[in-house]
């Protein structure tokens, strides 16, 4: 039954994630896309895109769409849909909150201890590779358009990625600017 494979995917993406919600794309691709086929590629930027357009965290956001998505395309009726999108957002959440309740006070005092950063240092690398993996993922035809198919809109595409990251990683203007330009430069474009 999907309802139990949404429960414990996402209970398992949740729990086991470092880095946040960047973080976290990639794991969700990998089960909702790569796995089980619950979507496309298309549909999942889809969802990305959604997910950084709405409040909260990207992350959950990300689950609640994917949640809706699959249910719906496993042919159940809309209603039932709701139910996964809810049932995957709670997922994604409720093993990591007890666990952060249960050792948080360990946390708190004995966050100076060399096991507790090294752990800390262990897992940094990790975060950059998962995070690193869900841009690479997000790397696709669907959003950057087949430079054998059209390459015009392809690079187009790849001259806004570069400039907009520049921009950002250069610090010379504001992200909000620079995502209002794109949304413009894609109106305008495509």
Same mark, same amino acid.
């Given at each position: 039954?999907? *309802? ?7 209970? !398992? ?9 960047? @973080? ?10 790569? /796995?089980?086929? &619950? ?26 769409? @994917? ?11 809309? &209603? ?16 990591? *909150? ?8 360990? =946390?708190?005092?004995? /966050?100076?201890? !060399?096991?507790? !950063?090294?752990? *800390? ?8 590779? =998962? ?9 696709? !035809? ?11 809109? *392809? ?15 250069? /610090? ?8 209002? =330009? ?9």
């Amino acid at each position: 039954m999907i *309802f139990l494979k949404i429960f414990i995917i996402f209970t !398992k993406i949740g729990t086991f994630n470092f880095g946040g919600g960047y @973080a976290m794309l990639s794991l969700i691709h990998n089960e909702v896309v790569v /796995k089980n086929q &619950w979507m496309t590629n298309a549909e999942f930027t889809d969802i990305v895109a959604i997910s950084q357009s709405t409040p909260g965290p990207i992350g959950i956001n990300a689950a609640t769409y @994917a949640g809706y998505t699959s249910v719906l395309h496993a042919g159940y009726p809309e &209603w039932a849909a709701v139910l996964g999108s809810v049932l995957a957002s709670l997922s994604i959440i409720w093993l990591p *909150f007890i666990i952060m309740i249960l050792i948080s006070r360990y =946390l708190i005092t004995h /966050k100076d201890s !060399k096991i507790v !950063k090294d752990v *800390f240092g262990g897992l940094r690398p990790a975060i950059v590779g =998962l995070i690193a993996a869900a841009a690479v993922l997000l790397m696709t !035809k669907d959003n950057f358009g087949s430079m054998s198919e059209d390459p015009l809109t *392809f690079y187009i595409s790849v001259a806004i990625f570069a400039v907009s990251f520049v921009l950002t990683h250069r /610090k010379i203007a504001n992200p909000i600017l620079i995502m209002l =330009l794109c949304g413009l430069a894609g109106v305008v474009v495509y």
